[in-house]
């Protein structure tokens, strides 16, 4: 594909209008992100990476920018790739179950592995000359290399967690720099998942004083009895050395801001200097706050910490501001998770981090989305599983009162951990960059360092894990010491023969961690009565009776595993991947959603889910994974009996056909069927199927499924209220077929045309359906038109904002369908929903 130059010009134009924007009101430190306008080559290619400059290097560069289109970040190179079905002779691989290999590429989503490389041109201000300048990458899938005007400059063997660059010595200040980026999704087996590939995190300029400055996460704050706050400031200092010099002062100043922005608590401090110390990390005096809001889950309150650095002069050489909240946590085996002295049960679910049809690419809304529906059906926690998320997530679960178990890695070893970096070095560096990243954090409660360790016997020093646990956990305390670390087990036996004892490394750590095996939490209890027990998984399979049979006084809690479907891990073609969450990828909740609600929940529930086919013996990982298949369909065929469930947290339930009653039931105190109601032989007639829930004689809920009649129109409604113009925030669109009572057609399958007009462009279209061989998108990242068919009367549109405010259009048609419409503006206002019909 030829780029065409004038097209260039202008994005270069417009990045220099914006840094110029930026410089004009420099501060003392500047942040800039540079998500618009990379050049994208699928595919390994020589010359990407070379200077312009150089007449040698024109036509090598000139043959690599032929197959590049534009993108912009964050970006998942391998969404847009076809899917590759398996060859006949591709089998199960039964001697390795714990990486549930079903065929070749089943775990990572049936997309090829590859290379992707990335290039932006960057005009650097001459302003900035003399400043520090750092690159700064949120992190790259799986692994990547960095080069400045064709020098390797940075590289990073794990790409779950970001690194920064200095670049001010490599920058040609006022003319044109070329950065170039190699990112490689390296074999097949180096994950037992869908990761995703390339630039799938922001990309950032952050620029500051040369001589005196706040390093990469610099800031730990500490909060002791609810009203006091401590902060430790690493501080690098570069001052010169005047003649005579050696000792003197060098002020810091902190303010405390409240979730208004008013300043509650202000002090500033003479640090002593001395032109020896270089690097050095500083106790700042601690600060008292009376009467200080508490951070909870029911209300996160957030204060912020503004830390200024001065150099000897008295001048601002830099400043930084962090989020904390005021909490305690306490673990114990009486007790569980006490957060600020009260219990709390962790009620979550423990997913890879990908966002449906989005892949990868971590956009801050579609988090958002995924949060706030998991917390209406009352989740209060998420398990990181397996690896560290996006620092947006921890933002939002702080910013909405979610608990995390925050965890690094999936198994101990070289082909898990990226596969080009030797495992026993690795986590000495990334141990560092996670917790100093993390742990201002008040949603994390719990560190985890890995995931189903003791498949190995031969892991370093041949003790199943033990020592390098002791050596990890060592490590880690180093940076934060106000939380406990934990392993997740599975299985958690000693002897492969035996599964009476928990294996030793089990036992050594802090918190037991046991994936599915909550069955052997009494036992354990008994026998380390010390021991604090969580469920890092919960399958959904045995969804009920693994939370209601633990001792919910005394556990942590739970984490369902894969409670929202995701790809990759497939459990075999044409499924791309886990299809077992009780949500889709579009986050539209399936039945049994409302089942975990009632658990999670004290909102008086009840809501009725047909069965429709039952579980069978699937095996995953040593668990029976074959849910049964749910629905809401209430058109069947005349005479049809039927077998379903009313999931409820009150007494009783009655259900009604066309206002005659089948009779009550009683919700049964037994673990194994408590907030799940069984009824058999339920005659099917059109109409209404009504289930009515009591407490104490009292209607507290109802549900009702209703006989719907034929397709008639499209109905679009945006699941968000406000649309930002910063060039990357999404605004949803679910599509719905109704009848012409305006209800959800279930049975229909159509195919959307989908076009958008505006300052905004199409992303992504989900429709949860795991077994579609549809792309979530066209072959390229930003569209003005798209196709999708629906699945189960159910769509969902990713509009992505661009950079300037003003309207837009969007329009859905499908065949004799009235198109549905809606139109908005985006500059933080209200989209209104029209329906042409």
Same mark, same amino acid.
């Given at each position: 594909?030829?780029?065409?130059?004038?097209?260039?010009?202008?994005?270069?134009?417009?990045?220099?209008?914006?840094?110029?924007s930026?410089?004009?009101?420099?501060?003392?430190?500047?942040t800039?992100?540079?998500?618009?306008?990379?050049?994208?080559?699928?595919g390994?290619?020589?010359?990407?990476?070379?200077p312009?400059?150089?007449?040698?290097?024109?036509?090598?560069?000139?043959?690599?920018?032929?197959?590049?289109e534009v993108?912009?970040?964050?970006?998942?190179?391998?969404?847009?790739?076809?899917?590759?079905?398996? =060859?006949a002779?591709?089998r199960?691989n039964?001697?390795?179950?714990?990486?549930?290999?079903?065929?070749?590429?089943?775990?990572r989503?049936?997309?090829?592995?590859?290379i992707?490389?990335?290039?932006?041109?960057?005009?650097?201000?001459?302003?900035w000359k003399?400043r520090?300048?750092?690159?700064?990458?949120?992190?790259?899938?799986?692994?990547?290399?960095v080069y #400045?005007?064709?020098?390797?400059v940075?590289?990073?063997?794990?790409?779950?967690?970001?690194?920064?660059?200095?670049?001010s010595?490599?920058l040609?200040? !006022?003319?044109?720099?070329?950065?170039?980026?190699?990112?490689?999704?390296?074999?097949?087996?180096?994950?037992r998942w869908?990761?995703?590939?390339?630039?799938?995190?922001?990309?950032?300029?952050i620029i500051?004083?040369?001589?005196?400055?706040?390093?990469?996460?610099?800031?730990y704050?500490?909060?002791?009895?609810?009203?006091? #706050?401590?902060?430790?400031a690493?501080?690098?200092?570069?001052?010169k050395?005047?003649?005579?010099?050696?000792?003197?002062?060098?002020?810091?100043?902190?303010?405390?801001?409240?979730m208004?922005?008013?300043?509650?608590?202000?002090q500033?401090?003479d640090?002593?200097?001395?032109?020896k110390?270089?690097?050095?990390?500083?106790?700042?005096?601690?600060?008292?706050?009376?009467?200080?809001?508490?951070?909870?889950?029911?209300?996160p309150?957030?204060?912020?910490?503004?830390?200024?650095l001065y150099?000897?002069e008295?001048?601002?050489?830099?400043k930084?501001?962090?989020?904390f909240?005021?909490?305690?946590?306490?673990?114990?085996?009486?007790?569980g998770?006490?957060?600020n002295?009260?219990?709390?049960?962790?009620?979550?679910?423990?997913?890879?981090?990908t966002?449906?049809?989005?892949?990868?690419?971590?956009?801050?809304?579609?988090?958002?989305?995924q949060?706030?529906?998991m917390?209406?059906?009352?989740?209060?926690?998420?398990?990181?599983?397996?690896?560290?998320?996006?620092?947006?997530l921890?933002?939002?679960?702080?910013?909405?009162?979610?608990?995390?178990?925050?965890?690094?890695?999936?198994?101990?070893?070289?082909?898990?951990?990226?596969?080009?970096?030797?495992?026993?070095?690795?986590?000495q560096?990334?141990i560092?960059?996670?917790?100093?990243?993390?742990?201002?954090?008040? +949603?994390?409660?719990?560190?985890?360092?890995?995931?189903?360790?003791?498949?190995?016997?031969d892991?370093?020093?041949?003790?199943? !894990? *033990?020592?390098?646990y002791?050596?990890m956990?060592?490590?880690?305390?180093?940076?934060d010491?106000?939380r406990?670390?934990?392993v997740?087990m599975?299985?958690?036996?000693?002897?492969?023969?035996?599964?009476?004892?928990?294996?030793?490394l089990?036992?050594?750590?802090? #918190?037991n961690s046991?994936?599915?095996?909550?069955?052997?939490?009494p036992?354990?209890?008994?026998?380390?009565?010390?021991?604090i027990?969580?469920q890092?998984?919960?399958?959904?399979?045995?969804?009920?009776?693994?939370?209601?049979?633990?001792?919910l006084?005394?556990?942590m809690?739970?984490?369902?595993?894969?409670?929202?479907?995701?790809?990759?891990?497939?459990?075999?073609?044409?499924?791309?991947g886990?299809n077992?969450?009780?949500?889709?990828m579009?986050?539209?909740?399936?039945?049994?959603?409302?089942?975990?609600?009632?658990?999670?929940?004290?909102?008086?529930?009840?809501?009725?889910?047909?069965?429709?086919?039952?579980?069978?013996?699937?095996?995953?990982?040593?668990?029976? *994974?074959?849910t049964?298949?749910? +629905?809401?369909n209430?058109?069947r065929?005349?005479?049809e009996?039927?077998?379903?469930?009313?999931?409820?947290?009150?007494?009783?339930?009655?259900?009604?056909?066309?206002?005659r009653?089948?009779?009550?039931?009683?919700?049964?105190?037994?673990?194994?069927l408590?907030?799940?109601?069984?009824?058999?032989?339920?005659?099917?007639e059109?109409?209404?199927?009504v289930?009515?829930a009591?407490?104490a !004689?009292k209607?507290?809920?109802?549900?009702q499924?209703?006989?719907?009649?034929e397709a008639?129109?499209?109905?679009?409604?945006p699941?968000?209220?406000?649309?930002?113009?910063?060039?990357k925030?999404?605004?949803?669109?679910?599509v719905?077929?109704?009848?012409?009572? =305006?209800r959800?057609?279930?049975?229909?399958?159509?195919?959307?045309?989908?076009?958008?007009k505006?300052?905004?462009?199409?992303?992504?279209?989900?429709?949860g359906?795991?077994?579609?061989?549809?792309?979530?998108? !066209?072959?390229?990242?930003?569209?003005?038109?798209?196709s999708?068919?629906?699945?189960?009367?159910?769509?969902?549109i990713?509009?992505?904002?661009?950079?300037?405010?003003?309207?837009?259009?969007?329009k859905v048609? +499908?065949?004799?369908?009235?198109?549905?419409?809606?139109?908005?503006?985006?500059?933080?206002?209200?989209?209104?929903? +029209?329906l042409?019909?």
């Open positions: 594909m030829k780029i065409n130059k004038n097209f260039w010009l202008m994005l270069l134009m417009a990045g220099w209008a914006m840094m110029s930026t410089a004009a009101q420099a501060s003392v430190r500047d800039i992100d540079i998500n618009w306008g990379w050049q994208f080559h699928r390994d290619i020589k010359g990407i990476s070379l312009s400059g150089n007449i040698q290097n024109h036509s090598l560069l000139d043959e690599a920018m032929q197959g590049c993108v912009n970040l964050p970006h998942d190179f391998q969404l847009y790739q076809p899917w590759v079905a398996p =060859g002779d591709e199960a039964s001697k390795d179950a714990a990486n549930n290999v079903k065929s070749r590429l089943s775990a989503g049936f997309k090829e592995m590859g992707g490389w990335y290039r932006y041109e960057l005009t650097p201000q001459k302003e003399g520090r300048v750092m690159l700064d990458f949120g992190g790259m899938m799986l692994v990547g290399d #400045v005007n064709g020098q390797h940075a590289a990073t063997d794990y790409g779950y967690l970001g690194f920064d660059i200095d670049v010595q490599l040609r200040y !006022g003319e044109k720099n070329e950065i170039a980026v190699r990112t490689d999704t390296r074999a097949a087996n180096n994950s869908y990761t995703g590939g390339g630039l799938f995190r922001d990309v950032r300029l500051t004083n040369d001589q005196l400055y706040f390093p990469r996460h610099p800031l704050i500490t909060t002791r009895n609810n009203r006091e #706050v401590n902060i430790r690493e501080i690098v200092n570069r001052q050395k005047q003649k005579g010099e050696n000792h003197g002062a060098m002020p810091i100043e902190v303010k405390i801001l409240d208004t922005g008013r300043v509650v608590a202000q500033k401090t640090m002593p200097f001395n032109a110390w270089r690097d050095r990390e500083y106790e700042l005096p601690a600060i008292t706050l009376e009467g200080a809001q508490l951070w909870s889950c029911d209300r309150y957030l204060y912020t910490a503004e830390v200024t150099d000897k008295g001048r601002v050489a830099d930084t501001r962090e989020h909240g005021m909490r305690t946590i306490e673990l114990s085996p009486q007790h998770l006490l957060l002295g009260k219990k709390v049960l962790l009620k979550g679910y423990a997913n890879h981090h966002l449906g049809a989005l892949g990868a690419a971590a956009y801050p809304r579609a988090i958002e989305q949060i706030l529906t917390k209406r059906f009352g989740f209060n926690h998420i398990r990181t599983s397996h690896n560290p998320y996006s620092e947006d921890l933002r939002q679960c702080d910013q909405y009162g979610i608990l995390v178990v925050d965890e690094l890695y999936d198994k101990w070893n070289s082909q898990f951990t990226g596969g080009r970096g030797d495992f026993l070095s690795l986590w560096k990334n560092p960059e996670w917790v100093k990243r993390d742990r201002n954090h008040p +949603s994390v409660v719990l560190w985890s360092l890995g995931n189903e360790l003791q498949h190995r016997a892991m370093p020093f041949n003790d199943w !894990g *033990v020592t390098l002791r050596l956990r060592q490590l880690l305390h180093r940076y010491h106000t406990l670390t934990t997740a599975h299985p958690r036996y000693r002897n492969i023969d035996t599964d009476s004892l928990p294996a030793d089990a036992v050594a750590t802090e #918190v046991y994936n599915y095996r909550y069955m052997y939490f036992g354990d209890m008994k026998r380390y009565p010390e021991k027990f969580y890092s998984e919960a399958s959904t399979e045995a969804m009920g009776p693994n939370f209601f049979e633990m001792n006084d005394k556990v809690g739970l984490a369902y595993w894969g409670a929202v479907d995701y790809l990759g891990e497939s459990l075999g073609w044409p499924l791309k886990w077992k969450g009780v949500f889709d579009t986050m539209l909740p399936k039945p049994d959603a409302y089942f975990v609600k009632s658990m999670f929940s004290d909102e008086p529930l009840v809501h009725i889910a047909i069965i429709e086919k039952a579980g069978t013996d699937t095996q995953w990982n040593g668990i029976n *994974v074959a049964q298949r749910l +629905s809401e209430w058109n065929n005349q005479g009996q039927l077998s379903l469930y009313t999931y409820t947290n009150v007494d009783e339930v009655e259900l009604l056909l066309n206002g009653s089948l009779g009550v039931k009683k919700n049964d105190a037994d673990p194994k408590r907030n799940r109601i069984r009824w058999d032989a339920v005659p099917y059109p109409g209404t199927l289930a009515v009591r407490k !004689g209607v507290v809920a109802r549900h499924l209703t006989t719907t009649g008639v129109a499209l109905k679009l409604k699941e968000t209220t406000d649309w930002h113009t910063d060039g925030d999404l605004m949803m669109v679910r719905t077929a109704v009848d012409r009572k =305006g959800r057609v279930l049975s229909a399958h159509d195919l959307l045309h989908i076009e958008v505006g300052e905004a462009d199409i992303v992504a279209v989900g429709n359906d795991m077994a579609s061989s549809e792309l979530p998108v !066209g072959d390229k990242q930003l569209a003005a038109h798209a999708r068919s629906l699945y189960k009367g159910s769509a969902c990713y509009l992505r904002a661009r950079r300037q405010a003003g309207k837009v259009e969007l048609k +499908s065949g004799n369908l009235s198109a549905g419409s809606i139109g908005g503006k985006t500059k933080c206002v209200k989209m209104n929903e +029209s042409n019909q």
